[in-house]
């Protein structure tokens, strides 16, 4: 039943990205849902769940939206694999928690786009990337995180039995 909700999940996000997200950026930067998404699954069910939803989420970005095939896959699914490496050992109940890993997260997602795109010989300016794009988004996929984790998080909540008077 996680896996179709995570699979309806990605469907809506992708819809999301190729329609309206465009109308939420912030100084000309929008938040990168499918960077969140990884992060918050990936504390929430390992290294697996984790690394193959990167390796789905990717492909679906580069197919669509990106001339070259295979980047964003790759890095999301390294991203995912790391991430969820801390699965057993970090509370998970920690809104900071997505917090960090969003933010470390998206600076390490451009650091990487980066040496790519340079051995590609596509010319991007690392210190206009930084100065322009990582650090606003950063401060945006951060804060995006606390409120999808919040979500996320019910789905892997254990029921509880509760005896007596509430």
Known sequence: MRYFIIAIIVLVNFIIESTILHHFSVFGVIPNTSLIIVVCFSILSGKKTGSILGLILGFLE???????????????????????????????????????????????????????????????????????????????????????YKQFFKLYRQPRISFGKK
């Not at 969003?102 to 390490?108: E, G, I, N, P």
């Not at 590609?120 to 650090?135: A, R, W």
């Open 62 to 148: 580069d197919m669509f939206f990106y001339d070259v095939i295979g980047v964003h896959a790759l890095i999301y699914f390294i991203l995912g694999y790391l991430i969820g490496l801390t699965d057993k050992k970090v509370f998970k109940e920690n809104l900071f928690l997505p917090f960090v890993f969003t933010a470390l997260s998206t600076f390490a997602f451009h650091l990487i786009y980066y040496v790519f795109m340079y051995f590609l010989s596509i010319n991007i300016g690392l210190v206009k990337l930084i100065k322009n794009i990582v650090i606003i988004e950063v401060i945006y996929n951060s804060l995006l995180s606390i409120f999808f």
